[in-house]
């Protein structure tokens, strides 16, 4: 008794500090009452209130040991993947709407229907259209933790300066140019390129416009391959970037585009620009980081937001058991308590995203900052100008995404045409698609 004492109090003092719980001994554990790994990508925010919020569980668990494992995105998966390799993967893990279908095809996450028929995880505060994201083959192997929109991150106190005001329901990507070059001129500060992170959720946002999936139907080849207005709007998004680099407004690509940062790295939150594209969930994030007011901005669009729209509201992260787990019961207890448990949600703040039960957005509403207000104000704006989510990712979306990538920084910095960029990421991808 003393021994497991002395261990919970040290464990609270790691808490206390937000790091992650070191690895144990599984079997020390289980004879405690039960055990967890927690898996999950983000950033210091989100981290620290998980932390927090795993610790919540355990005082309400007596006995039951969660071991956390926060990592940074681009790290994630790859260490994901060589833990299920391994035998040694997490119980419950943060899940992604661009990767379900890959985990869900090698049958690596649990059917959480019998848990949700039998009240483990409570869904009646859920509508089937909540739902409808994390069902796969008539399975349930996800549950969303929160909406999330992509846009853009942006600096008003260098809009200002520029004596720039934008219109973010409305604005092009020739009122974007237009703003970017003014921006430079006015106050030298460079604009990030576009997506440069997750270049794919541009080329998504612009081709849905025109009413094309970014990938075709059955998964085998591009949605936009022989939608000639598609391709040409992402030939003109890489000429307007282009632009912008003759014109000495374009932060470096090849800067841009390097991975693993801290988001205290990145050029906006140093003030290198005016501007950073990413996920409405990571908005705090980025503005912690920064330790200055930001404000987050709808996509520019090519058509001005114009029916067939481009942005959709996207589950900001899955919660998903492994099919692997070794006590599922546990497992999906800790998988309802993060998800409705208003205690749980007053700590972790909506960081994911807007949470889907209205009892937990009720209870936030009068509880969250307002930088947090300002997101749920967001996705009210976003909400009537956003199309029904495609389907989730074919399998070999990863891949695809690899091999786009050298070819987008290649066009960015120069050493492609627009053209040709173009041309070698569609026969890539659909060669990539197509085996």
């Not at 943060?94 to 890959?102: A, K, L, N, P």
């Not at 409808?132 to 549950?143: D, H, N, T, V, Y």
């Not at 041309?423 to 890539?428: D, K, L, P």
Request: aromatic share 10%; net charge negative.
């Amino acid at each position: 008794m003393k021994l497991r004492t002395t261990f919970c109090l040290l464990l609270a003092g790691i808490l206390a500090f937000g790091l992650a719980v070191p690895v144990m001994a599984r079997g020390g554990a289980q004879d405690d009452g039960g055990y967890l790994r927690l898996a999950w990508w983000g950033n210091a925010t989100r981290d620290e209130r998980t932390i927090a919020m795993v610790q919540l569980f355990m005082e309400k668990n007596p006995g039951v040991t969660v071991e956390t494992e926060p990592a940074a995105w681009d790290g994630y998966w790859p260490k994901l993947n060589t833990q299920l390799a391994a035998g040694s993967a997490p119980d419950v893990m943060q899940q992604d709407y661009t990767y379900i279908e890959q985990y869900n095809a090698r049958n690596q996450l649990l059917d959480l229907n019998t848990y949700a028929q039998n009240g483990t995880i409570n869904l009646s505060d859920w509508s089937d259209s909540a739902l409808a994201s994390g069902r796969l083959g008539g399975k349930l192997i996800a549950i969303s933790l929160g909406t999330n929109a992509w846009g853009m991150g942006v600096d008003p106190a260098v809009l200002a300066s520029a004596g720039v005001t934008v219109d973010d329901t409305a604005w092009t990507w020739a009122d974007y140019e237009r703003i970017a070059l003014a921006v430079f001129q006015a106050t030298g500060v460079q604009t990030m390129p576009a997506g440069a992170q997750e270049f794919y959720q541009t080329f998504e946002h612009i081709v849905r416009q025109f009413g094309v999936p970014q990938f075709a139907a059955g998964g085998k080849s591009l949605g936009w391959t022989n939608n000639a207005a598609a391709t040409a709007a992402v030939k003109e998004w890489f000429d307007i970037q282009l632009r912008l680099k003759a014109a000495g407004a374009l932060y470096d690509p090849q800067d841009a585009f390097v991975m693993g940062r801290a988001m205290n790295e990145y050029p906006i939150a140093q003030g290198k620009t005016w501007n950073n594209f990413h996920w409405s969930n990571q908005h705090i994030g980025y503005q912690t980081a920064a330790n200055r007011p930001l404000e987050y901005y709808m996509f520019p669009t090519v058509n001005g937001n114009k029916a067939p729209f481009g942005t959709y509201l996207k589950p900001s992260q899955f919660i998903s058991i492994l099919s692997s787990a070794e006590n599922k019961d546990l497992a999906a207890k800790f998988v309802n308590f993060m998800i409705n448990d208003l205690e749980a949600n007053r700590i972790l703040l909506a960081e994911r995203g807007i949470p889907v039960p209205a009892s937990v957005r009720n209870d936030l509403s009068s509880r969250v900052d307002p930088n947090m207000k300002y997101l749920f104000d967001f996705i009210g704006k976003v909400t009537p100008l956003s199309s029904p989510i495609d389907p989730p990712d074919p399998a070999a979306a990863g891949e695809v995404y690899d091999t786009m990538r050298p070819i987008v920084l290649r066009c960015l910095l120069g050493e492609l045409t627009p053209d040709a960029a173009v041309s070698q990421i569609i026969q890539g991808a659909n060669a990539v698609l197509g085996r």
